[in-house]
């Protein structure tokens, strides 16, 4: 369920906070194991970069959780980033 009054958060926070953090896992360290760049693996957790299904694909391996997990967290975010910027329409409706 995506909150009205606040953004979710997103799955970056959740890698640092939930999985990084608890394991004692640098940032530098998971960049290195999957063969990413630091940038990359630092734009996640900043929210600065989407969790794609690829990257999603590759969490899922790594920490043992589900790819639609990190999914779920992604497109909730992106839901919520996109109410903030919708601007409501009118119903269409057919000519009579």
Known sequence: MI???????????????????????????????LGWTKTRVNQIIRGKRAVTPET??????VFGT???????????YDVWQAMQR????KPLRKAA
């Open 56 to 61: 999603a694909l590759t969490f899922a391996d």
């Open 86 to 89: 919708h601007r409501k329409q």
């Open 66 to 76: 589900s790819t639609e997990v990190w999914l779920d967290m992604q497109r909730d």
């Open 3 to 33: 909150p009205k009054n606040r953004p979710p958060i997103h799955p970056g926070e959740i890698l640092q906070e939930l999985f990084l953090d608890p394991m004692g896992i640098t940032q530098a360290e998971l960049a290195a194991h």
